[in-house]
């Protein structure tokens, strides 16, 4: 097994390979941490007991988020507590009440007390003590833990051919799951999945897909409800699918520990999975996203100019990220001066 990591202005694809095969992926964005995991003192602004919870206030750019919890202290209380799920799905940050610990001194401004583990610290819980970690990039040698340097291989390039068509089909809508395909649908209120083949497909061929397509979320990072379509099977025998599904998903291992509720009365597999960090598709379709994808562009290409002009919430996004404009600058020699036009289409931009 072997971790590889391959670095681009303001973000590393991080791979988790067993024999050559793609076993887990994560994207990791040091100037913009998601937050999960962090720990916080943060106020509470606004109770919502029809929500059950409040609305609280964060130190930095998180700025604000929502906390569970039936019994809060009062409004302009400040409390001691977690991100448990990032910002995604268009809604805020979460957070859970932490206990009161006399090592924490809860004061009477929010901020950050703990961050969280990075995308990097989750794929290596998961890979093995001595899992060497192929780095492309000097600067992310350097950034990494001392801890892991004698474990760290420089190449000139981490992901080669085979590995970046891998990654690359992880934002396509569909995907190959053994015998059949997947067409993904992400909506805010769920994921729908609707399972295809090419030839008549059967009760087996659907079983067959199941190991492949819990793989395929797991590596996507799909979460919330999950509705998959089944391909070829009756609604009376589509029942029977569920232990294998349950099976498979067992089998798989997946750290999230997704759970199958069942059947829906229209006959649609039920699968549920936690929130946790913002799925793959969010991340890249994201400001930030954009912005990072409008760097690597700019790179690769070899566009001159050194004036920016993209809409707001990409040029916002980008100037936040100090890491990524850094890394643009040792890059290209070049630092870029960033221009908002509000009238732009969301995906316009100009380099001048």
């Not at 030839?199 to 799909?222: H, M, S, V, Y």
């Not at 908002?340 to 289409?345: G, Y």
Request: aromatic fraction near 4%; hydrophobic fraction near 40%.
């Amino acid at each position: 097994m072997e971790i590889r990591l391959a670095s681009a202005p303001g973000e590393v694809r991080i791979a988790l390979l067993k024999d050559d095969a793609l076993l887990d992926a994560a994207l990791w964005r040091p100037g913009a941490p998601d937050g999960w995991g962090d720990t916080h003192i943060v106020r509470i602004t606004a109770h919502a007991p029809h929500l059950g919870g409040a609305f609280v206030e964060l130190a930095g750019p998180a700025e604000t988020g929502f906390m569970k919890g039936r019994k809060l202290p009062p409004e302009g209380s400040f409390v001691c507590a977690q991100i448990t799920r990032s910002a995604q799905n268009g809604k805020g940050l979460r957070l859970r009440v932490l206990p009161a610990s006399n090592d924490i001194e809860i004061g009477e401004a929010p901020r950050l007390i703990t961050p969280g583990p990075t995308p990097l610290d989750d794929i290596l819980q998961r890979a093995p003590a001595d899992c060497p970690l192929i780095v492309d990039d000097a600067a992310l040698a350097a950034r990494l833990p001392a801890s892991l340097h004698p474990r760290l291989k420089r190449v000139s390039r981490s992901f080669d051919d085979v590995l970046e068509a891998d990654w690359a089909a992880l934002s396509s809508p569909d995907a190959s799951v053994g015998p059949l395909i997947a067409h993904i649908t992400p909506t805010h209120a769920l994921t729908a999945i609707d399972l295809d083949a090419h030839q008549t497909p059967d009760f087996a061929a659907n079983l067959a897909c199941f190991g492949p397509l819990l793989r395929e979320i797991r590596l996507r990072n799909l979460s919330g409800t999950i509705l998959i379509d089944p391909a070829g099977v009756r609604s009376n025998k589509r029942p029977a699918l569920v232990p294998f599904l349950r099976k498979a998903a067992d089998k798989e291992q997946d750290p999230l520990q997704p759970r199958i509720t069942g059947i829906t009365p229209s006959g649609l597999l039920e699968m549920t999975r936690p929130r946790h960090r913002a799925p793959l598709h969010e991340l890249y379709s994201s400001p930030h996203g954009q912005g990072l994808a409008i760097l690597q562009r700019i790179i690769t290409e070899g566009l001159k100019g050194e004036h920016l002009h993209a809409p707001p919430a990409i040029i916002r996004a980008l100037e936040t990220d100090k890491i990524a404009l850094d890394a643009f600058f040792h890059t290209t020699g070049r630092r870029l001066t960033l221009h908002s036009h509000p009238v732009s289409p969301s995906s316009c931009w100009s380099l001048s």
